[in-house]
């Protein structure tokens, strides 16, 4: 059974920093390219960042080029979504899954709410 479970958002102040954790299960996590999402409530679902099975590339949405880092450790079938100067406009919940999802099943987790105020 497909499982993802994200953790690490809350509250933070524009400038500051989040660092995202995606613990994946039920698949062979190395296989696949994954990628961070991320969704307004009323908005449709957007890609953040893709990383592909063992890291060697990376992408990001324009959005967030430059402030993003993604990255994963096979190992722990574990993904990091590291966020830095962050901004209003980030705010969302976020979500972890393969890319494209479908290829896992399309099983999506509860995601990790991120609000960036003052």
């Known amino acids: 059974q497909v499982q993802l479970v994200e953790s690490g958002g809350g509250l933070v102040q524009p400038g500051g920093s989040l660092r995202l954790s995606c613990a994946a299960s039920g698949f062979t996590f190395s296989r696949w390219t994954m990628s961070w999402y991320r969704q307004v409530s009323g908005k449709e679902r957007e890609l953040v960042a893709a990383?592909?099975?063992?890291?060697?590339?990376?992408n990001y949405a324009d959005s967030v080029k430059g402030r993003f880092t993604i990255s994963r450790d096979n190992a722990k079938n574990a993904l990091y979504l590291q966020m830095n100067s962050l901004k209003p406009e980030d705010t969302a919940v976020y979500y972890c899954n393969a890319n494209p999802p479908r290829v896992i099943g399309g099983t999506w987790g509860q995601g990790t709410q991120v609000t960036v105020s003052s």
């Open positions: 990383i592909t099975s063992r890291g060697g590339s990376t």
